[in-house]
């Protein structure tokens, strides 16, 4: 070609700064670069495929569309080549020129002014993908022939001050573009990692991509990508088998997904979202550093598996694929921070998982309760945090409780309150063990009133947020007064009710608030115990029992908080105390009592010889 075909051309806009622009702050990995190149080429496919539908003869002879990745590590290139549409020199000037485009310079100067990351997504309309190519290239060749123009043409650029077009001997229809690799890009040269890039965000475009080693005469071209992604196909067309295929290969599990939900949402935006329910808890479950395995994709095109915002992370056992519509191919994964569009998506995908749990819920007890056991934790999650979503989770909601050994929603809670009840009660406790062998439960037990277990120790940050369901307050029994007087079956505590405070209790109830003045804030007779001498509340306005152990267990800095002692008043070992107690030694019968009840409220004794001491000098007299 002579100098005199060849036409320089100087862009309008301040190349150098968008490039930077593209460079730095849209892409997060360089390797980005082949997605976006793949990406241009299937639309170049996809846009002949649609006018040879009126235009037969556009496609005559090359009828199967394709896409060529070949890399050359000897010579430091790459190409990346197509069958589709091809580009005309108008066309070269006008697609690849867009990045010079007056709306360019407002893009770039509306940059400079713009105080809302998510406003980059707009970068998308300016055709800039094309030039992440320059994050890996010294110099770029688009070699392209127009299906509709018989001449062919060459466009160079180093992409910083100006580009060239002049004629080019091209016999077939499409466009062939050709990456000097730079210096420190060289690990794109490797046949391997490309074809990791090319599996990771291009696996699932419809057209066929191959693979060749330019420098291995001897090599195959190698097709990369599976073409259509399961998630677009129609649901009939899919087998259980296929289904369970996916899920393992996108999540890691090797179990099969308890559920799956595949549908398509076209409204304000559209995606379609193939989500699993595991059967299984994953090992990692509890982790912190546990991320979410949803994949988001746009129009097939892989964009990220670190998209936080995309779900609730009190669902982050869901797996599955996003491919949205609506979300602009052109935009990194901090971008994606507070994007409205993910907003909406993460409102409606949540709001289809919570239906589609809550379906199960009501069809097949057996197989939800697993669930339940499984990933219940996790969800409850949802209700510390502040969302739309908590109505629905109260609803999923299942507690062991103090009745039977069913596991019971709030609703089936509500139809199974004694007579005269009021409140939710609930005890909360990792050892469901304690639970039901504690004094706290006593009175409940003889009076039939159902205690819900709280064993997560989750329950005790979301109970603080959820103050009630329905008309009723949750209500823990083992923090300040629970007058049970006119609740559930009365025959067998008439003793309990009718209590008498003789001089002698009185006397015992003023040597133990002497003598335990520092360690309790006061002493009650219960109403509570029917069984056991004495036990431990926390006080109405402080921290709960259970709380109060996490929180020290975390090794977190809690108030201190004196709990209440509550006596048994008909227990005969009070009652015998009590006739003696000016024979005893106070601070010691005071400080058997009060070790009694830590030993009962599951506590470690601070001195356990102190305790045996008084105990067999207790009996010795």
Request: charge should be neutral; glycine fraction near 4%.
């Amino acid at each position: 070609m002579t100098e005199k075909n060849k036409k320089n051309h100087v862009f309008q806009a301040e190349v150098s700064k968008l490039l930077d622009l593209v460079a730095n702050s849209l892409y997060s990995e360089r390797e980005i670069f082949l997605r976006e190149l793949i990406s241009n080429a299937s639309d170049a496919c996809e846009k002949i495929r649609y006018e040879s539908l009126s235009k037969k003869n556009l496609i005559e002879g090359d009828k199967d569309f394709k896409i060529e990745v070949r890399v050359s590590k000897k010579n430091n290139l790459i190409e990346i080549e197509d069958n589709g549409i091809g580009m005309s020199q108008q066309d070269l000037i006008d697609n690849l020129g867009t990045i010079a485009s007056s709306g360019t310079s407002k893009f770039v100067e509306a940059m400079k002014n713009n105080k809302k990351a998510d406003d980059i997504s707009a970068i998308g309309q300016f055709g800039v993908g094309f030039y992440s190519s320059y994050m890996v290239s010294e110099n770029v060749e688009v070699i392209s022939k127009s299906a509709v123009d018989k001449k062919s043409y060459i466009w160079k650029s180093n992409g910083k001050e100006n580009y060239s077009i002049e004629p080019f001997t091209r016999i077939k229809r499409g466009t062939c573009i050709k990456l000097n690799i730079k210096k420190d890009s060289e690990e794109f040269l490797d046949l391997i990692r490309l074809r990791t890039i090319i599996t990771k965000y291009s696996n699932y475009i419809q057209f066929p991509i191959f693979l060749e080693d330019l420098d291995d005469k001897k090599s195959k071209k190698e097709k990369i990508n599976e073409g259509n992604p399961l998630w677009l196909k129609d649901k009939k067309e899919i087998k259980k088998d296929d289904y369970k295929q996916f899920y393992n290969n996108i999540s890691f599990n090797f179990d099969e997904p308890l559920m799956t939900i595949h549908y398509n949402a076209e409204g304000v935006i559209n995606y379609r979202a193939l989500l699993f329910i595991p059967t299984n808890q994953p090992m990692d479950l509890f982790n912190a550093e546990r991320k979410n395995k949803i994949k988001l994709y746009v129009q097939k095109i892989f964009i990220t598996d670190e998209c936080n915002e995309i779900i609730p992370n009190w669902l982050r056992f869901v797996p599955g694929v996003i491919d949205s519509q609506d979300i602009s191919l052109n935009i990194s994964r901090e971008m994606l921070q507070n994007n409205p569009v993910i907003e909406k998506i993460k409102k409606g995908i949540t709001n289809k998982i919570l239906n589609e749990i809550t379906q199960l819920s009501k069809k097949d007890n057996e197989k939800y309760l697993s669930f339940w056991k499984n990933f219940g934790p996790v969800i409850k999650e949802g209700l510390y945090e502040f969302n739309d979503n908590h109505e629905k989770i109260l609803n999923i909601l299942r507690f062991e409780n103090s009745l039977n050994s069913d596991f019971l929603s709030l609703d089936e809670y509500i139809k199974l309150m004694a007579k005269n009840q009021k409140e939710i009660y609930y005890f909360a406790n990792n050892d469901k063990e304690h639970i039901k062998n504690s004094p706290q439960l006593e009175v409940f037990n003889d009076k039939k009133i159902p205690v819900l277990f709280m064993t997560d120790a989750v329950d005790e940050f979301w109970l603080q947020n959820i103050n009630k369901y329905k008309e009723f307050d949750f209500k823990s029994i083992t923090k300040g007064k629970i007058d049970t007087k006119d609740i559930g079956n009365d025959d067998k505590n008439k003793k309990v009710n009718n209590i008498k405070k003789d001089n002698k209790i009185n006397n015992l109830i003023n040597v133990l608030k002497n003598e335990l003045k520092d360690k309790i804030s006061d002493v009650i007779i219960s109403e509570r115990l029917t069984k056991s001498p004495v036990l431990l509340l926390a006080d109405e306005v402080g921290m709960d029992i259970n709380m109060e152990k996490i929180m020290k267990m975390h090794n977190q800095k809690t108030p201190d908080s004196k709990k209440i002692l509550e006596i048994n008043a008909n227990h005969p070992m009070i009652i015998k105390v009590s006739k003696n107690i000016k024979e005893i030694d106070h601070k010691k019968i005071a400080s058997l009592l009060l070790d009694q009840a830590n030993i009962l409220d599951g506590n470690i004794l601070s001195n356990p010889s102190g305790y045996i001491e008084n105990l067999t000098e207790l009996f010795i007299k």
